[in-house]
């Protein structure tokens, strides 16, 4: 039998209060695309952090062809070839491309950094993976998808033999994507071992060459992608939970005009949106990414400034014109970046779940602003309870909550404040396939409770399972509107204006 090139043996990890990993073994060759799947929480981002030298287990041996390598830092996981594409990206949006990839490594001529160098070198990367910026461009004005490639082309600057894409793909259209599948064909074929962290099972069938899957800190099993459904894999990743109801359609009863956006535009990035939200309805934003989805939502809670237009929510039985400014009191904002907008990262998980709700927590005697911390601790533990948020204690800090349950605690947040209007902006980015379906059931559930909810998201099946109504952007513009019969090719054919070439 061949010795596989990397092998991790007997890997144990515990944090306070959690046991990550229990005794993990780990195999992959070189010029196979090995999946790391699992639900939020098993432990995959923890196991390849041992890997990169982010985390020293307590106890486990790694052998790189055959012979046992220590890595206890990044730059000792450099040495041994391998590269670390991370889950949520930690860029400073004043620094410029080429620092950024070069932060850690800064190649030195004469005493002075080597700009010369490293100019060369980041654009012959960036063109390899298909990007043509210049290198002295601030990460700020690059697009998420962009800075996504920096990152990798950050991985892949010192020809590394084993990288780590740690769930790449959630912040890349379409195009990038398939682009991005085809850098790492390219490096399989080149001979490198490829890990790739994802909840997109179709992903795992469509790139990968084996899976592996890890359950509550375990191995669950693994094996040839070929050999296995959907179906088995999900099953081995949540066990026999009922995964039926994933794609099942919900309809809701929509009531009365709870918002009306009327004529918002921002010079160059939004134009002339309007459209009215009603209560207990769910409307689906769909569009391409970089259409103004997001766009839309951010203005529509006063993160980004408009030029013109007015937003109006209903208030007794009177739709009164709200201030940008304003419009927070009413509308919970789920975003899709929950580094820079959602989360008080360093500050514990009750702190954070009642961000939003401090008002409702105070004391009831007059005057009052303490906190009443025996209410904060219940609340909090209902919606830990009701999202199924894997903690370990509410005093955990977020930032050391898995990626998807990082994102569990921000929907936390708004339904313990139960704001009469939801925008929620890809609520289950990074969530697995059961965290998925809780959330459309929450989502369900509060449009049946006479929440009005504007739903973006980039997965299709995801947005019409929920969404009663369409709305459809292209270009900053609403191009289309949609009942509940319409069907996926109207939605991407309009999207993409496939259609409209037909016409
Ligand atoms: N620094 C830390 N301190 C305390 N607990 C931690 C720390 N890092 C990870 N954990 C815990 O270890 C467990 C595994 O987390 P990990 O991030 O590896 O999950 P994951 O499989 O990557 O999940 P996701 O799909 O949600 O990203 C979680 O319970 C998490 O809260
Ligand atoms: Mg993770």
Known sequence: MTIPYLKMDGIAKSFPGVQALKNVTFEASQGEILALVGANGAGKSTLMNVLGGNIEPNSGKIYINGKEVRISSPSDAAANGIAFVHQEMAMLPTMSIADTMYISSFPYKHGLIDYKTIYQRCRVVLKRLGCNFDPRERIRNISPG??????????????????????????????????????????????????????FLDEVFSLCDRVMVLRNGETAGGGLVSEYTNRDIVKMMIGEKEIDTYYERSEHRAGEEIMRVKGIYRSGVINDISFSLRKGEVVGLWGQLGSGRTEVARALVGLDPIDGGTISIKMGDQMMPVKQSETKKYIGMITENRREEGLLLPMSVCNNMSLANLTNLTKKKPFSSVIDSKLENSETDKYVKRMDIKISSQAQRVETLSGGN???????????????????????????????????????????????????????????????RYLVMKRGSIVAEFGSNASKEDLVATATGAASKKE
Do not use: C
């Open 146 to 199: 962009d800075q996504q490639m920096v990152e990798i082309g950050r991985a892949l600057l010192h020809d590394p033999q084993i990288i780590i894409f740690d769930e790449p793909t959630s912040s890349l259209t379409s195009r990038e994507k398939e682009h991005l599948f085809e850098v790492i064909r390219t490096l399989k074929q080149e001979g490198s071992v490829i890990i790739y962290i994802s909840h």
């Open 406 to 468: 990082q994102q569990k605690v921000i929907i936390g947040r708004w339904l313990q404040k139960n704001p009469p209007i939801y925008i929620m902006d890809e609520p289950t980015r990074g969530l697995d396939v059961g965290a998925k379906a809780d959330i459309r059931r929450i989502i369900s559930d509060l449009a049946e409770q006479g929440a009005g909810i504007l739903v973006i998201s980039s997965e299709i099946e995801e947005i019409m399972s929920v969404s009663d």
